[in-house]
């Protein structure tokens, strides 16, 4: 048991480890500024609840619209280049949060940040698809998944004890954002080369193919993705309102209810990915989540007849319930971007998901707020159903992507499109060393 356990715990190669502790490095700078953002604009900042949302809101609006040209950037000048720029441009918009003090300039970085964000989403994607072998890429990601929730836990312990220190310690707080994101700007430029990082003496051209905001089967899929994330919505937003307006639970209870998600999301990615490999196999992923999903808009609805202990048993079930949703997604997630991507073009390709995932799911807050507080068990069925319809009408979406895929993208290259293709070993050994000065690492041959 003890030798099962070592293996489940080691990463699944050395780069999927180095990719590991980039992750934990984001996430832990990340999580210690998030956790603590909302006391950190009222308090230090002095912004109202309204001004917060107004500035939060154009900051997503600048991030939505710079998506494309952010991915386009990534395929032109290589995901690990851009990836490491944004990494060192966020790290310094944190040094600026001390010392802002009026609301444009709140607006203004807030902006600035989601712009880097969207580069760096784009490059770390369009990376990671690059350079992992192929039969790697679902269960490395979901070890990489893994420690992301273990950094962000990290970050909320070291945000709570800035917001215990007091205004003065809480003040400098992102400073120390700051280094790690700068820390880990320069890990990111000792990871391997991928494909399109490789320089070469002809100047760079845009990649073959057709750009991907024509591929409309890709936007549907991102598009039906961003819908089926919205059980973070619920996760955040719907099940706290309704366990605190609606049922007798305790009010201490949603923060158990985090912690639950977060050691399942820290313990099982890697679980709920095994046998995942192909389209068919993160379809059933999609099925499985949007299951779970049902299952917990039932639970959750049971509790408004029930009372105390019984009560507050059916929001662990429901919680538990819906992060199993929350894992199977992400593996599917995982999955349809390998397959379904056209390998020269992964920048764009990432660029115009963030598209299609913004607007499956921004939505969301809104009408599945009123649909539980306003339409009680009608509402809940309904918030149930939109799903299912999502999962259902992602399985005609995904097979009409691969069929564009092989309409528009070379044989040769449509095979690295592939979650769980074969990996030559002499080439996973060239991905998980680090290459000499000079010598290019690919898992493909990829036309420019």
């Not at 851009?82 to 300039?105: E, H, N, R, T, Y």
């Amino acid at each position: 048991m003890l030798t099962a356990l070592r293996t489940y715990v080691t990463p699944p190669s050395t780069l999927a480890g180095r990719l590991s502790v980039q992750s934990l490095l984001f996430a832990t700078g990340d999580g210690a500024f998030l956790a603590g953002s909302a006391v950190y604009f009222g308090v230090i900042l002095g912004l109202s609840l309204g001004q917060v949302g107004v500035g939060l809101t154009v900051a997503a609006i600048a991030s939505f619209l710079v998506a494309v040209p952010a991915g386009k950037l990534v395929d032109r000048f290589g995901p690990k280049r851009m990836w490491s720029l944004s990494a060192v441009v966020q790290g310094a918009l944190f040094l600026a949060w001390p010392f802002i003090d009026s609301f444009p300039q709140f607006v203004a970085i807030a902006v600035a940040m989601e712009i880097a964000g969207s580069l760096a989403g784009a490059a770390h994607g369009a990376y990671v698809l690059d350079v992992l072998p192929p039969a790697e890429r679902v269960e490395s990601r979901a070890y990489m998944y893994s420690a992301l929730n273990v950094g962000f836990s990290l970050g909320a312990f070291l945000s709570g004890g800035a917001i215990a220190f007091g205004a003065d310690v809480l003040r400098w707080a992102p400073l120390l954002t700051s280094v790690l994101f700068l820390v880990n700007a320069v890990a990111i430029l000792r990871l391997p080369n991928a494909t399109h990082d490789v320089r070469s003496s002809e100047p760079r051209r845009q990649p073959e193919g057709p750009p991907a905001i024509r591929n409309r089967t890709w936007l549907a899929v991102t598009f039906l993705t961003g819908v089926l994330w919205s059980n973070q919505v619920l996760l955040h937003t719907v099940i706290p309102l309704w366990l605190v307006i609606e049922t007798d639970a305790p009010h201490e209870l949603v923060a158990m209810l985090f912690a639950t998600n977060t050691v399942m999301c820290i313990v099982l990615p890697r679980l709920t990915a095994r046998g995942i490999h192909d389209i068919d196999t993160a379809l059933r992923a999609v099925r499985l989540s949007a299951l779970f999903f049902a299952l917990t808009c039932l639970v959750t609805l049971a509790t408004h007849e029930t009372v105390g202990w019984i009560t507050v048993v059916l929001f662990f079930v429901g919680h538990i319930v819906l992060t199993w949703a929350e894992l199977y997604l992400s593996a599917s997630g995982w999955t349809f971007e390998a397959e379904l991507m056209d390998p020269r073009r992964r920048g764009d390709y990432q660029g115009v998901s963030e598209l299609g995932n913004t607007l499956g799911r921004f939505w969301a807050p809104a009408v599945y707020g009123f649909l539980a507080m306003e339409w009680g068990a009608s509402g809940w069925l309904t918030i149930a159903a939109i799903v299912a319809a999502a999962a259902a009408a992602m399985h005609p979406a995904t097979r009409a992507g691969r069929r564009y895929l092989e309409q528009h993208v070379p044989p040769d290259v449509l095979a690295d499109a592939r979650a769980g293709a074969p990996t030559d070993p002499a080439l996973a050994t060239a991905l998980t060393d680090p290459p000499d000065p000079g010598t290019t690492v690919t898992d493909a041959p990829l036309p420019r």
